[in-house]
């Protein structure tokens, strides 16, 4: 599974920074992209997969080899419990399958809420920030804006913004789908919250990892 850390190449994350300060100089608002590898660790999902993977390969391998030897059995099933474990770590992918999509969704708002509030975007001087966040195992898109925002625009109105690069993302188009939405929420951030002339820019363009 591709790391936050290198989903978007180098010449990708300046695209992005670029079309950041590119809104920024329409409104007041800040907006902030972000991207993490993970939202949680699973662990519940983890002992769920090495149970299932561990226990059926176990209960195989007793079957077809041992005789349905249960005093086999037992630290077969322990064996293949700690190897899935191990499994699951180098392959996360496999570990989405035993994480209801209520489960990922919920954590990927949860981290990105966490998220809003670790990066200051709770603290710019009219309520403007907007974040943008990625969530790279559960494949979901998050948008978030502080107080002021949403006096103008809902959590739906965004989070349609945020299936539409979601879908990019599916597609192969990460940077130019976050680009382009960013974009459109910039259009609405120009229209209710002009840029002033003080404004200043209080939050960093370039892609955060984490």
């Known amino acids: 599974m591709m790391k936050a850390e290198t989903f978007f190449t180098e010449a990708e994350n300046q695209q992005i920074a670029a079309t950041i ?94 998220a809003f509030y670790e990066k200051n975007l709770h603290a710019t001087r009219d309520n403007t920030g907007v974040l943008f966040f990625i969530s790279l195992l559960e494949h979901k898109v998050w948008i978030l804006a502080d107080t002021g925002i949403y006096r103008k625009i809902s959590q739906d109105t965004l989070l349609t913004y945020a299936n539409d690069i979601a879908i990019g993302i ?15 929420v910039g259009d609405i951030l120009a229209s209710n919250f002009p840029v002033k002339s003080d404004d200043i820019n209080e939050l960093s363009n370039e892609v955060l990892t984490g």
């Open 170 to 184: 599916k597609q192969g188009q990460a940077c130019d789908a976050l680009c382009l939405q960013i974009e459109a």
């Open 21 to 114: 300060a590119r809104v920024e100089k329409k409104t007041s608002g800040e907006v902030v992209a972000m991207v993490v590898t993970a939202s949680d660790t699973y662990p519940e999902a983890t002992l769920l997969a090495g149970l299932t993977i561990g226990g059926l390969a176990a209960l195989l391998v007793t079957d077809l080899f041992l005789a349905d030897s249960l005093s086999h059995f037992l630290p077969l099933m322990i064996a293949g419990i700690i190897g899935v474990n191990g499994l699951v770590k180098i392959l996360p992918p496999l570990l989405r399958l035993f994480i209801p999509d209520s489960r990922l969704e919920a954590r990927v708002s949860e981290r990105a809420l966490r």
